[in-house]
């Protein structure tokens, strides 16, 4: 619980039924009492809070729950083995709404800071835009990571959103790159939709009822609209654009825009849970007769790409929730669908009851990684409700208009997630196809420079990514940064190379060649990102 100002009595028993509620959908009747500061940026007074505290105590004890409580940094003691962190699923608002305020302002996550009285100087200004501090995490933890390899950094005027960096950039586009390829075999099309959308539109589709807690909203002219936290509903339109015949379908298509989701600032994680993301999205307009087909196309998608980064990889089966729209036998026909495509291919899968999104039953895919964690990232969603709901067609071979079905579908899913996972997996040793940079070239003394460049620039129009370390320094200090930045292989140049037009290589785990010719290098590098090596 974060307390903030003008929390009451009222407050802490809708807190408190609400905690119920959700806890007897689990069977559970326990529960910590915990003032987690962190969720809001506007706080009550300690005693003010404690007053609050005390009262949620009083409420849940008298609703049978089994009570404890724990003092501010007791979560230190947590060893976080879950996707995120472990309030990031079910937080809450309860705010209390002023008079003659808007209704929804409760509802749209944590309340608005209050204008500070005065001018802040500019000392406290520059107080508010330093980066984020990740003081005293494990040296495994992908934020550590990735701050030394300079991939990304977050910054406190932007919580829970990434600032990528060049090298990190540079990586997130080699997966999409990779994905593209893939795409572009299975004759999918790529599309951009806008990113600010009237909530005319989520309305529609039913995420207005559903998910507006989490959206960024906002408004214009007197109309409300919201920062789309999801692509589907925009790609329906794309779809209305035009009249769609049979021969024309499965249409599949894909969206890499950025997406934004008012996640409390307190839950995120790093890159496991951010506020503004991508995804790999796609979705494909299919008949009737295309939906088996598809899914099972779908599924050796995700093996193939899954195999590149060597990760297992297992299937859950999540079926219709209690709050969903459409009817029971539609779900029934695509639950029934998605068990026939997994058991056709003999793939083993756990069921995950009410755990469907509101609007389809879905194939969940949870990843294992380097270390033996699970992680869940790939979806594959069968959806008969958003086609119906926004009057989507397709002409059919008897010349009449009939109703497409919709797979919603990503492999990656949320592309900052995954690159999170991947940097814990290979720790920042990544392979060489995607290492941001895979060589670095280091001369031995200013003498070498002269052949230094003509290697690094051989190198670079051969399409490596190279880095130049041509600081003063000793060789000793350079291979030893080289190896502390991940990078893949140390070129070294002195005076015996650049006499005989060789070079020598040290690779990531300290073995070295000599006398190497630089062609034969090139090759050698360029099999290995061909085949993913």
């Known amino acids: 619980m974060s307390v903030e100002p003008g929390d009451d009595d009222d407050v802490a028993k809708r807190a408190v039924e609400g905690t119920k509620s959700f806890l007897e959908k689990l069977k559970v009747d326990r529960i910590i009492i915990y003032p987690y500061a962190h969720l809001s940026q506007t706080l009550a007074r300690p005693r003010e809070a404690l007053e609050v505290l005390k009262k949620m105590e009083g409420l849940a004890k008298g609703a049978g729950l089994e009570t404890y409580r724990a003092p501010f940094g ?24 002023e008079k003659g305020e808007p ?18 100087t500019e000392e406290q200004l520059f107080a508010r835009i330093k980066k984020s501090d990740f003081a005293g995490l494990p040296e495994t933890d992908h934020r550590i990571i990735g701050e030394r390899l300079d991939l990304f950094s977050f910054q406190e005027p932007s919580p829970g959103m990434v600032y990528w960096h060049d090298k ?60 789309k936290p999801m692509n589907c509903p925009p790609t329906m339109l794309f779809y209305r654009t035009r009249r769609w015949s049979f021969r024309e379908l499965p249409l599949r298509v894909s969206c890499f825009d950025p997406l ?42 995700m093996d193939r790409i ?32 998605l068990v026939r495509v997994m058991e056709a291919k003999g793939l083993p899968f756990k069921v995950k009851e009410k755990d469907g999104t509101f609007y389809g039953p ?64 290979y720790q920042g040793k990544f392979p060489v196809w995607l290492s941001p940079v895979q060589v670095r070239v280091l001369p031995v003394s200013d003498e070498n420079k002269g052949y230094a460049e003509k290697v690094a620039d051989l190198l670079a129009k051969a399409g490596l990514r190279v880095e130049r370390d041509f600081d003063s320094g000793t060789i000793g200090g350079k291979i030893r940064n080289a190896q502390l930045q991940k990078v893949p292989f140390a070129i070294v140049v002195g005076a015996k190379e650049s006499e005989a037009q060789t070079i020598s ?11 190497v010719l630089l062609e034969d290098f090139l090759s050698e590098v360029n099999e290995q990102v061909r085949t993913y090596a």
Do not use: C
């Open 74 to 97: 007791w979560n230190k003691a947590f060893q976080i083995k879950v996707k995120g962190h472990p309030l990031a699923e079910q937080s809450r608002v309860y705010s209390t709404v």
């Open 103 to 120: 209704a929804q302002k409760a509802a749209a996550g944590p309340l608005l800071e209050k204008k500070p009285r005065h001018e802040l």
């Open 168 to 227: 990190g950039l540079r990586l997130r586009n080699l997966l999409i790159e990779l994905m593209r390829r893939e795409l572009a075999k299975g004759g999918y099309i790529e599309i951009s939709t806008p990113g600010l959308v009237s909530s005319a539109l989520w309305k529609v589709s039913g995420h207005w009822e559903y998910y507006k807690e989490n959206m960024f909203l906002t408004s214009m002219g007197g109309e409300e609209f919201g920062l």
């Open 260 to 301: 934004y989701r008012n996640e409390l600032s307190g839950v995120a994680t790093g890159l496991f849970r951010v506020k503004s993301f991508s995804q790999d999205d796609a979705h494909l307009f299919v008949t009737e007769d295309h939906i088996e087909g598809e899914v099972k196309g779908l599924i050796d998608l």
């Open 306 to 337: 899954f195999k590149i980064f060597g990760l297992e990889y297992s299937l859950n089966l999540s079926t219709m929730p209690d709050d969903h729209i459409g009817t029971k036998e539609l779900w029934d026909k695509a639950t029934e669908t």
């Open 362 to 425: 879905k194939i969940d895919v949870t990843i294992k990684d380097s270390m033996g964690r699970e992680w869940q990232n790939s979806t594959i969603q069968l959806d008969y409700q958003l086609p119906q709901r926004f009057k989507l067609t397709y002409a059919g071979s008897d010349g009449k208009d009939h109703v497409p079905v919709v797979i919603h579908r990503a492999i990656y899913g949320s592309l900052e997630r995954f690159i999170g996972v991947m940097i814990e997996h």
């Open 505 to 515: 290589v040290r690779s990531r785990d300290g073995k070295v060649r000599q006398d």
